[in-house]
């Protein structure tokens, strides 16, 4: 398995600004992923970092609104920027050590909360 | 990957009842996840059954995985009030894809 950390858990912000979060493993991994779970929904997937390049999006994430840095294989940021009251959500990072198994250990969330 | 719908969407048992959960699903997988959320916290991965295998143990879990029928179901014995959760099914076709997920079911153990 993996453990994974998040930074910050929690964090209320004024609409218009940026947020960055920070997704750290303990070991080395193959794959990360970040997601969005708003409010009552589940889990939607943002995009996959990618290590040493661009992320690759899903549709309807783009990369000027939700940034990501994956500098190397134990840590990944996610930057929600200009940010609206509809960005309010849960943000999520996962890790996949086993490219084959594709089994995703998951980090505790951190609670966004758009003013 | 492909999202698996999961039934019922929610389910509420006596503590000590088993329960069951299903998932279905539409096009050929590798393997079939099932992961737990505690009140909006992070998933929990439970139990990973590859497509040529038909059932799986964990603990107080059992998987069941029919590719002929393309669902899965995941049973989990004398529950306790911790297993309260929402859990949900992932269906997935090998490699390194993000993973898409349904509703969930929410499971509610009452005391």
């Known amino acids: 398995s993996a453990v994974i950390s998040q930074k910050p858990s929690r964090d209320i912000c004024q609409r218009g600004t940026s947020l960055t979060i920070q997704c750290q493993v303990d070991s080395q991994v193959t794959m990360m992923f970040w997601y969005r779970q708003q409010p009552g929904q589940s889990l939607t997937l943002i995009a996959t970092a990618n290590q040493g390049s661009e992320a690759t999006y899903e549709s309807g994430f783009v990369i000027d609104k939700f940034p990501i840095s994956r500098p190397n294989l134990t840590f990944s940021t996610l930057t929600v920027s200009n940010m609206s009251p509809e960005d309010s959500s849960i943000y999520l990072c996962s890790a996949a050590r086993d490219r084959d198994s594709g089994t995703q250990y998951f980090g505790p969330g951190t609670r966004l909360l758009v003013l | 990957s492909q999202q698996g719908e999961e039934d019922p969407q929610a389910l509420s048992i006596q503590e000590g009842e088993n329960a069951t959960m299903n998932c279905s699903y539409k096009?050929?997988?590798?393997?079939l996840q099932w992961y737990r959320q505690n009140s909006g916290r992070g998933l929990v991965h439970l139990i990973l059954i590859r497509s040529n295998e038909r059932e799986k143990h964990s603990g107080r879990l059992r998987v069941t995985l029919d590719t002929s029928k393309k669902s899965s179901s995941l049973l989990i014995t004398a529950s306790r009030a911790a297993d309260t959760a929402s859990y949900f099914c992932?269906?997935?076709?090998?490699?390194?894809?993000?993973?898409?997920f349904g509703k969930g079911t929410h499971l509610i153990i009452q005391p």
């Open positions: 992932a269906p997935a076709g090998g490699g390194a894809d993000g993973l898409t």
């Open positions: 096009t050929s997988i590798n393997n």
